[in-house]
């Protein structure tokens, strides 16, 4: 069965770093659309970054200079690199894998950032 397993997460103060991994597995991976959504409490989900199978890369204007998103097909592993941590990005992370209309998601990793 397919599985998109999440770590990374945890607690970082503001202007901290952190990395997130997906782990991915009962999917041609390269061939799938990755993407990164993240949920704050009484708020919507929302992409954060997504990285096409070709390697093109989009981000939401609230991370854009700050986040990275990556992948290796070999380990069919994506990645999300924050830096300069906010407040405001505290969340829960989700990973998504999507192809012709049938997505995929991981259970979620917290990430939380506070002083």
């Known amino acids: 069965q397919v599985q998109l397993v999440e770590s990374g997460g945890g607690l970082v103060q503001p202007g901290g770093s952190l990395r997130l991994s997906c782990s991915a597995s009962?999917?041609?991976?390269?061939?799938?659309?990755m993407g990164w959504y993240r949920q704050a409490p009484g708020k919507q989900r929302e992409l954060v970054a997504a990285i096409t199978s070709g390697g093109s890369t989009n981000y939401a204007d609230s991370v854009k200079g700050r986040f990275t998103i990556s992948r290796d097909n070999a380990k069919n592993t994506v990645y999300l690199q924050m830096n300069s941590l906010k407040p405001e990005d505290t969340a829960v992370y989700y990973c998504?894998?999507?192809?012709?209309?049938?997505?995929?998601w991981g259970q979620g990793t917290q990430v939380t950032v506070s002083s």
């Open positions: 009962g999917i041609i991976f390269r061939l799938y659309t």
């Open positions: 998504n894998g999507g192809r012709f209309g049938v997505a995929w």
